[in-house]
């Protein structure tokens, strides 16, 4: 007897809630299909419309999660579990996560002011919280960059919407600092014209803004130049590396003289 009440039991719950369990399958494989295609038409509708990579990845990702909690909301509703509770259930943990996760809001509302001000954007070159690299992808919650030296570098949406950034991208062009020093016995006119040369025979050094070259201070044991060549972004690292071997090389040709960095030490020992 105690078996076939069981059986009865069994039957009558597959009766109730047989149904609504396979209505709430169909409706999330089928809701799933129906979000999965109308992020990939949204995304194309942006492409078309040539919207900015930052901000498509960032929309299409929240758009992605409210969809999936509606769609979970509206599978629970139809197994029978009451949605006006399940969302004041939701709007309480709501708020107790809320407030265990102060940053983690705080990073969701710096993600929401990057898209808004657009300080930076997909594949610029930038400098933030002590780190450099190239914006890969911002995020709702961080923004992850490609350092120089290939490594990804994870930052918070709130600590990069509130601190500095250096963006070197958006005026297109960057100037280069370097500093040579030559003994004072050179004459400062022929390595003007040395260090001019090297600049103006280098094909990524761009003619406007011209470049400069000028003494920079008379140290303890050597004439310093400031030089300053400009170039497009992506060309610094070469015109910076290019220009210090080939000046090295022009200033031995014309037989100008560059003080050992010791001899200012030994001098001092003196």
Same mark, same amino acid.
């Given at each position: 007897?105690?078996? =076939?009440?069981?059986?009865?039991?069994?039957?009558?719950?597959?009766?109730?809630?047989?149904?609504?369990?396979?209505?709430? #399958?169909?409706?999330?494989? $089928?809701?799933?299909?129906?979000?999965?295609?109308?992020?990939?038409?949204?995304?194309?509708?942006?492409?078309?419309?040539?919207?900015?990579?930052?901000?498509?990845?960032?929309?299409?990702?929240?758009?992605?999660?409210?969809?999936? $909690?509606?769609?979970? $909301?509206?599978?629970?509703?139809?197994?029978?579990?009451?949605? &006006?509770?399940?969302?004041?259930?939701?709007?309480?943990?709501?708020?107790?996560?809320?407030?265990?996760? =102060?940053?983690?809001?705080?990073?969701?509302?710096?993600?929401?002011?990057?898209?808004?001000?657009?300080?930076?954007?997909?594949?610029?070159?930038?400098?933030?919280?002590?780190?450099?690299?190239?914006?890969?992808? #911002?995020?709702?919650?961080?923004?992850?960059?490609?350092?120089?030296?290939?490594?990804?570098?994870? $930052?918070?949406?709130?600590?990069?919407?509130?601190?500095?950034?250096?963006?070197? &991208?958006?005026?297109?062009?960057?100037?280069?600092?370097?500093?040579?020093?030559?003994?004072?016995?050179?004459?400062?006119?022929?390595?003007?014209?040395?260090?001019?040369?090297?600049?103006?025979?280098?094909?990524?050094?761009?003619?406007?803004?011209?470049?400069?070259?000028?003494?920079?201070?008379?140290?303890?044991?050597? #004439?310093?130049?400031?030089?300053?060549?400009?170039?497009?972004?992506?060309?610094?690292?070469?015109?910076?590396?290019?220009?210090?071997?080939?000046?090295?090389?022009?200033?031995?040709?014309?037989?100008?003289?560059?003080?050992?960095?010791?001899?200012?030490?030994?001098?001092?020992?003196?």
């Amino acid at each position: 007897m105690d078996l =076939q009440k069981w059986i009865d039991k069994g039957y009558e719950l597959i009766v109730d809630f047989g149904p609504k369990v396979l209505a709430a #399958i169909a409706i999330w494989i $089928i809701g799933s299909f129906i979000i999965k295609n109308l992020l990939k038409g949204i995304r194309k509708a942006m492409e078309k419309r040539d919207y900015d990579v930052s901000l498509k990845k960032f929309l299409l990702n929240l758009l992605g999660w409210i969809l999936k $909690i509606v769609l979970i $909301i509206v599978v629970l509703g139809t197994v029978g579990v009451e949605t &006006t509770s399940f969302a004041a259930i939701i709007a309480a943990a709501g708020l107790a996560i809320g407030l265990a996760l =102060q940053g983690s809001l705080g990073n969701f509302a710096g993600g929401v002011l990057l898209m808004i001000f657009k300080p930076i954007k997909v594949g610029d070159l930038i400098e933030a919280q002590g780190e450099i690299g190239v914006v890969k992808e #911002i995020e709702i919650f961080t923004t992850k960059l490609t350092g120089l030296s290939n490594k990804e570098i994870i $930052i918070p949406n709130g600590a990069l919407s509130n601190g500095n950034i250096v963006n070197y &991208t958006t005026e297109g062009t960057r100037r280069v600092d370097l500093v040579f020093g030559v003994g004072y016995d050179s004459n400062i006119k022929q390595t003007k014209e040395v260090l001019t040369g090297v600049l103006t025979s280098h094909p990524k050094v761009l003619k406007e803004p011209a470049p400069a070259v000028t003494v920079m201070e008379l140290a303890d044991s050597s #004439i310093n130049f400031a030089v300053r060549p400009w170039c497009n972004t992506e060309d610094y690292w070469d015109v910076y590396f290019d220009v210090t071997e080939q000046t090295k090389e022009a200033l031995d040709a014309a037989g100008i003289e560059i003080p050992y960095p010791h001899q200012v030490e030994i001098q001092k020992q003196e």
